[in-house]
Each structure stands twice: as C-alpha cells, then as structure tokens.
C-alpha cells in the first residue's frame, strides 16, 4: 500500500510533539532527526525507508504522540509489522517533516531560554527586594542603637504606661468607702 506526503498529518504529529515532555520530545525528536536524515541521505537505500514497528530501540519512539502521524505524512505506510516509504515515492514528505521537525525543536528551545531569562530575572528581582528590606532593616536598627545612647533615653514597651500616666482607683474615686 503506497502512501504519499500529507502536510495536514505532519502539522498534527507536529502539534501531537509539542504537547509532549521536554525529555520525550528530546528522545523521539533525536531518532526522527537520524531516521528521516538517513532516508534523505540515502533514498535508494531500501533498509532506510522501512521500520519495524515492534524494534525494541523504536518502542519508546512509537509510544510517543505525534510520531506515527508525523511519519505517515512524511509518506510512511503502516503495512503488518512495519512502516515503509515506497521506494518509487519522492523524499519531498521527508524534507517537509525534517524541516518542520527542526523548526520546532528551535522554537522549543527558544521558548525554554526565554523562560530561564524570565525564571533568572524574577529571582534577582526578588533578591533586590529582599536586600533592600534588609537594609531599611538594617538603619532601623542602627537609628535606634543611636537613640539608646542619647541622654534621657528610657526603654518603653509599646502600648505602657509608667509613673504619673498610670490611672489608679483613687484617681476615679473607686476606693470602697461605700459612698
């Protein structure tokens, strides 16, 4: 059964890749790149051009999402135990899905180091800040040793009286004498 390039699978096994994990994407996108490379190196080479399905090193490359789409729009055909590119067909659907293929790898790369530059520069925001909290903390304190050593200084407890602030019963008249 011969099948032919479709663009429409290889932007769905494309979008499929990118809803995958960065170290799952990393994995497939490495044997994609080595798979449809060898077919675009050696076209006429039959062993390029055919995968077996149940190869132990491609399991965890089939398992992924996104790749079978991608290969059957590169004009791989799905046939028993395998998936083959005619040897009649053109590698135009491998070119478009290396191509795509190597885009995206680039556009995920850029996304993640934009991302660290953004992670980088939230943290050195919140460490000036914190250093600056540090330091208005820092001449609090120092203004109020400064103020300890002036003549007349008393240590006050927020919110207590002392001496003549202090009202006792007396003062309101409350002492008991029944009257």
Known sequence: MASTMNPLKIEVGISMLAETRDWEFAAAHALLKKILGNVLANPAEPKFRTLRTSNAKLAPLFATRGVKALLRGAGFAEEADFLSLDAAAPTDGV??????LEAHAVARAERAEAAK??????????????QEKRKLMRTQIEEDAAARKEPGWTAKAAGVKGGK???????????????
């Open 95 to 100: 070119h478009l899905a290396l191509s795509q």
């Open 117 to 130: 530059v953004q992670e980088a520069s939230e943290r050195k925001a919140m460490a000036e800040e914190g």
């Open 165 to 179: 602030a202090i009202t006792s019963c007396a003062d309101i008249g409350a002492q008991g004498g029944g009257g």
